[in-house]
């Protein structure tokens, strides 16, 4: 079974604060994609990383770094200096081996609402 | 600025209404997607196309029908629908396997069913 586990429903911080988006996932396949999407109020997905199964190397972008670890089956987000217009939901998602023609499918974590306090 | 866009932002209707809702998008992709998202949870998949074929469908009720007129364009026409179905419909893109699938999404529509 595939699954993905974001445990912190909502996190509240004031400007400034370094903050981390937990994501756990489970699956038995060997090759797999994890991903994170950030969603404003403004309602759309907003695409943020894509990291393969092989490249354990974390990223940093700007203020944004992942943490990729296959030993804990983690994918964490780290925001660093916080900021009002970090304020989202952040979902963390799994890309899915069920194969149907040409497409599989994600698998969402539920979302980790994060506020971020002027 | 999003490539993939969706047409109207906000519609409200009534359960006898029938209405579409348009997604067009600039990308290339030959895999285009639509989910429905209830307020605090992650999106549902509805249907998915891969080269303007139907590929999957979510046991999606009937009154939720798609097209995908060509590779850009994807529709999904309401008919008959109920004050559960209110929502935001979000329309993606992305290239099917085996080339990379990263989704990117649309900014939505937010349907409200009376």
């Known amino acids: 079974a595939q699954k993905v586990t974001q445990a912190q429903t909502e996190i509240s911080v004031v400007e400034k604060e370094d903050v981390t988006l937990d994501c756990v996932y489970e699956t038995r396949d060997t090759t797999y994609y994890l991903f994170w999407y950030k969603q404003p109020p403004s309602g759309e997905l907003v695409f943020l990383i894509r990291?393969?199964?092989?490249d354990e190397q974390n990223e940093i972008s700007g203020r944004y770094s992942w943490n990729f670890q296959k030993s804990t089956s983690s994918f964490n987000f780290t925001i660093t200096a916080s900021q009002v217009v970090d304020s989202a939901v952040y979902f963390c998602a799994l890309i899915s081996q069920s194969y149907a023609g040409n497409n599989r499918k994600l698998i969402w974590g539920l979302g980790t609402s994060l506020a971020v306090n002027p | 600025d999003t490539e993939v866009t969706q047409t109207p932002k906000h519609l409200v209707m009534g359960m006898t209404n029938k209405k579409s809702l348009k997604c067009e998008q600039h990308m290339g992709h030959r895999a285009m997607y639509w989910y429905k998202q209830k307020a605090k949870k992650p999106p549902e998949l509805m249907f998915v196309?891969?080269?303007?074929?139907?590929?999957i469908n979510e046991s999606v009720p009937s009154r939720f029908s798609p097209e995908c007129p060509n590779s850009s364009l994807l529709n999904l026409h309401l008919h008959a629908l109920q004050p559960e179905d209110s929502a935001l419909y979000l329309c993606?893109?992305?290239?099917?396997?085996?080339?990379?699938?990263?989704?990117?999404f649309g900014p939505g529509t937010r349907l409200l069913v009376l």
């Open positions: 196309y891969s080269y303007e074929k139907l590929s």
């Open positions: 993606a893109s992305s290239q099917p396997l085996p080339r990379e699938e990263t989704q990117y």
């Open positions: 990291r393969n199964s092989f």
